[in-house]
T-cell receptor
Framework: EDKVVQSPLSLVVHEGDTVTLNCSYE??????LLWYKQEKKAPTFLFML????IEKKSGRLSSILDKKELFSILNITATQTGDSAVYLC??????????????FGKGTLLTVNP | DGGITQSPKYLFRKEGQNVTLSCEQN?????MYWYRQDPGQGLRLIYY???????QKGDIAEGYSVSREKKESFPLTVTSAQKNPTAFYLC???????????FGPGTRLTVL
């Protein structure tokens, strides 16, 4: 059975802190790993990672994938209250022929206090 | 504006009634998806469609039905057979099957 496990489940920090969110996975036929940020409603896309060791960066957010150890981390530096959200990790696998399957973790709830 | 829209934002239904949730996209994406999100749970796939006139069951399809008659539209019907329908429903689309998914704003369904 495919598994995507995120940790911690929730985290409370102060503005300016740096946080690291973790996503470990056990899937066969791995294709890619995605990070999303979900505030009140729709998840918004952050990063797609397909290769080990190559950091993706967008402003204060960065992410890296380790396909040997089967995990990814999402770093947020100099956190702001607007970073408060649920961060979702999802893994895409090939599930036969041209079929793909996406499995989501339960998410990490990040709260940034002023 | 390009994007994915879902309607309504909030929906209340009495037990025993069927209800249809709308999902429309003007991104020219081939693939569309329906997910359900419950508190403390990740997103779970209900149905997906790789291309117009085709759709497949996801992990929790029981009590739901879909259609994909047009590329832009992928409505989800929550039937009375769905035992626990109160949830937040998210629609997504991707340029092709397996591509990065972009989400609509969601519909919160409450069964009274």
């Amino acid at each position: 059975e495919d598994k995507v496990v995120q940790s911690p489940l929730s985290l409370v920090v102060h503005e300016g802190d740096t946080v690291t969110l973790n996503c470990s996975y056990e899937v066969t036929n791995f294709r890619s790993l995605l990070w999303y940020k979900q505030e009140k409603k729709a998840p918004t896309f952050l990063f797609m990672l397909t290769s080990s060791g190559i950091e993706k960066k967008s402003g204060r957010l960065s992410s890296i994938l380790d396909k040997k150890e089967l995990f990814s981390i999402l770093n947020i530096t100099a956190t702001q209250t607007g970073d408060s959200a649920v961060y979702l990790c999802a893994v895409v696998k090939r599930s036969g022929g041209s079929n793909y399957k996406l499995t989501f973790g339960k998410g990490t709830l990040l709260t940034v206090n002023p | 504006d390009g994007g994915i829209t879902q309607s309504p934002k909030y929906l209340f239904r009495k037990e025993g009634q069927n209800v249809t949730l709308s999902c429309e996209q003007n991104l020219n994406h081939d693939a569309m998806y329906w997910y359900r999100q419950d508190p403390g749970q990740g997103l779970r796939l209900i149905y997906y469609s790789q291309i117009v006139n085709d759709f497949q069951k996801g992990d929790i399809a029981e009590g739901y039905s879909v259609s994909r008659e047009k590329k832009e539209s992928f409505p989800l019907t929550v039937t009375s057979a769905q035992k626990n329908p109160t949830a937040f429903y998210l629609c997504a689309s991707s340029i092709d099957w397996g591509g990065t998914q972009y989400f609509g704003p969601g519909t919160r369904l409450t069964v009274l």
